[in-house]
């Protein structure tokens, strides 16, 4: 059964930071891009960070870039999130995804439920 599990969201002022971690499991975790995503109320979906599944690239939304670092851990099967800088724009609920990185498993999208990030004085 596959579990993607965010954790680490909060409240926290502005110019904070937090670290968001996300557990995954039931599924070759290594074979899998990972990203983040948030979601503000009354807005899409967005693209926050993605790494790629051997750790070797990584990308990012331009209004994160400088302030916001992902990374993984292959051995633990996590994702981390480290949000540096933090305004109140980034207030938003952020999402853990898995994708498929190879031809064979390409299309294939797992979703966490999100953790609650509020930047706010």
């Known amino acids: 059964q596959v579990q993607i599990v965010e954790s680490g969201g909060g409240l926290v002022q502005p110019g904070g930071s937090l670290r968001l971690s996300c557990a995954a499991s039931g599924f070759t975790f290594s074979l899998y891009d990972m990203a983040w995503y948030r979601q503000a109320p009354g807005k899409e979906r967005e693209l926050v960070a993605l790494?790629?599944?051997?750790?070797?690239?990584?990308k990012y939304a331009d209004s994160m870039k400088g302030r916001f670092t992902i990374s993984r851990d292959n051995l633990k099967n996590t994702v981390y999130l480290q949000m540096n800088s933090l305004k109140p724009e980034d207030t938003a609920v952020y999402y853990c995804?898995?994708?498929?990185?190879?031809?064979?498993?390409?299309?294939?999208?797992?979703w966490g439920k999100g953790t609650q990030v509020t930047v706010s004085s």
């Open positions: 995804n898995a994708r498929g990185s190879y031809d064979f498993n390409r299309g294939v999208n797992y």
């Open positions: 790494i790629d599944n051997a750790a070797g690239g990584t």
